[in-house]
């Protein structure tokens, strides 16, 4: 089994959609978790982290269930400028405070106008 | 803003030839991590270092090895390069007790002939 584990998409969602992207991790010690973005031949750079309580930042919300070890980021009244490749981001292994992460494969996503 | 720079956008080496990635970063962080990126693989860890002069080994250290002199700069080296070594290479870092993710340079897309 993969660490980290996303849908495979690719995902061609029409401007103002919702799209949901999901992700499943398998050490149930994890501690942080993240989604990335990452543009076409780009680095990838930090969307949001990922809280127990869930959590929101203008139209995206991401969720978090331990028991099923299960993240989920959401996209409301999706933009062009959505497009992108997401990657779903589990802090594996801790030493001395100093998170290791691990990264899924990501999803692509495009916007069609 | 925390910038993390790589010293090549794009490079091109011969099979065989000893390569020098570079990183440098410029906010006191103390962990340093390099990732390889290829299609349908994801990140994948080749190195990391939690401290000066200290460093362990990722998913896939084979071929690699790295060296880190001083607290900003962390370099990755092949040894003898070779056509499975074509990849993007990612540099990252993150600061020790805060944990808000990594931050990437913007790599360095390295192609072995």
């Known amino acids: 089994r993969k660490e980290v584990e996303q849908d495979p998409g690719p995902f061609n969602v029409p401007e103002g959609a919702t799209v949901a992207f999901n992700c499943t991790y398998s050490?149930?010690?994890?501690?942080?978790f993240f989604w990335y973005r990452q543009d076409c031949r780009k680095e990838p750079k930090l969307l949001m982290s990922?809280?127990?309580s869930g959590n929101e930042d203008g139209r995206f919300t991401a969720q978090l269930n331990r028991a099923s070890q299960y993240i989920s980021l959401l996209i409301r009244d999706s933009k062009l400028s959505d497009s992108a490749t997401y990657l779903c981001?589990?802090?594996?292994?801790?030493?001395?405070?100093?998170?290791?992460?691990?990264f899924g494969t990501g999803t692509r996503l495009t916007i069609i106008p | 803003d925390v910038k993390v720079t790589q010293s090549s956008r794009y490079l091109v080496k011969r099979t065989g030839e000893k390569v020098f990635l570079e990183c440098v970063q410029d906010?006191?962080?103390?962990?340093m991590f390099w990732y390889r990126q290829d299609p349908g693989l994801g990140l994948r860890l080749i190195y990391f270092?939690?401290?000066?002069?200290?460093?362990e080994k990722g998913d896939i250290p084979e071929g690699y090895s790295v060296s880190r002199e001083k607290k900003e700069r962390f370099s990755l080296i092949l040894e003898s390069a070779s056509t499975n070594q074509t990849s993007m290479y990612l540099c990252?870092?993150?600061?020790?007790?805060?944990?808000?993710?990594?931050?990437f340079g913007s790599g360095t897309r390295l192609t072995v002939v």
């Open positions: 990252a870092s993150s600061l020790t007790g805060q944990f808000y993710g990594y931050t």
């Open positions: 050490n149930s010690a994890s501690q942080s």
């Open positions: 990922v809280y127990s």
């Open positions: 981001v589990v802090e594996f292994g801790s030493n001395f405070g100093n998170e290791k992460l691990t």
């Open positions: 906010m006191d962080h103390e962990n």
């Open positions: 270092s939690y401290d000066v002069k200290m460093k």
